[in-house]
């Protein structure tokens, strides 16, 4: 089933599409998280423009976090003081990752920039996921269970002004430190079109210290609007959202997500964790490959 994609101005199997955002929907729906990071990588392999395939995949994110902030809002899962400050700095950060996009597209080196960010990001996360997942593995196997991380805020935090009270997390802090995250997951949204979810919980966790029952539903929360305002911003300065190539994406992520959460149910949590590391890892490493293998042919004609 062809399908034209105007704004990336080729065709592309239908199928094909929606069965990556089953892939990515299943991802979210067995390990909690958006999927964005991984959708952008597998659109890139399948012949999608990077540009494209990074602010498409922040519109399909947006779509996808809409029934995640409901759930998480009715058992109260979501501290809205701290994920409004944190909306507040990703906007800002979506304001400066345009002016980054532009400035790179201009220089002819977003593509690049795309690739190398994802590299990086998924190379370090994937290994910090993969160190733990073992760690617990062997600590299960040995009968003795790893200690729990005392909940605490970074120093760095603890030493900034103005400091907020926020009750539904617990915490006592500078709203800086939240409105700074959410200046750098703004900016990755727009550059990368995650929704920063895999960068967000372990940053609220170990550096805000937030208390641990709020923080998927607030990450979610901070993704839904920040998400909106990278499309509305793509769709204003960028013009590279392909509107049927979100709406295909979107499909299968719906139809995924149902999967993964059953396949979720009947799993260990340490085995999934492994197995989403090593996926992350493959990624990363599928990525690095691209950045520096040399094609047969440097350049190709195609009929219009």
Request: glycine share 14%; aromatic share 6%; net charge positive.
């Amino acid at each position: 089933m062809d399908v034209y994609l105007p704004i990336a101005n080729l065709s592309v199997n239908g199928l094909v599409i929606v069965g990556l955002g089953m892939i990515t929907g299943m991802l979210s729906g067995i390990f909690g998280v958006g999927g964005g990071f991984l959708t952008t990588p597998l659109m890139i392999f399948y012949g999608i423009p990077p540009t494209v395939a990074a602010a498409s995949a922040a519109s399909q994110v947006t779509g996808a976090s809409v029934s995640g902030v409901f759930a998480q809002s009715r058992r109260g899962g979501v501290d809205y003081q701290m994920g409004s400050v944190m909306v507040a700095g990703g906007i800002i950060g979506i304001g400066i990752g345009a002016l980054l996009f532009n400035l790179l597209q201009r220089l002819g080196q977003i593509d690049t920039v795309i690739s190398i960010l994802y590299v990086v990001l998924l190379g370090s996360i994937g290994g910090l996921m993969a160190r733990e997942s073992i760690q617990t593995l062997r600590a299960e196997r040995s009968g003795i269970p790893v200690p729990p991380r005392k909940r605490r805020h970074h120093p760095m935090v603890a030493n900034l002004p103005m400091r907020w009270r926020f009750y539904r997390s617990g915490l006592y802090i500078s709203p800086l430190a939240p409105l700074i995250l959410g200046v750098f997951t703004g900016i990755l949204t727009m550059l990368m079109g995650i929704g920063g979810g895999f960068i967000l919980v372990p940053a609220m966790l170990y550096i805000l210290g937030m208390s641990a029952n709020v923080v998927v539903g607030t990450s979610l929360y901070q993704i839904l609007f920040v998400t909106m305002a990278t499309t509305m911003m793509h769709a204003l300065t960028t013009h590279a959202i392909d509107i049927v190539l979100a709406s295909l994406l979107l499909v299968g992520s719906v139809t995924g997500a149902q999967i993964g959460t059953q396949v979720a149910q009947k799993s260990s949590p340490v085995t999934l964790r492994l197995v989403l590391a090593a996926i992350v890892l493959l990624v990363a490493g599928r990525m690095a490959l691209g950045l520096g293998w040399r094609p047969d042919e440097i350049y190709t004609v195609a009929p219009l």
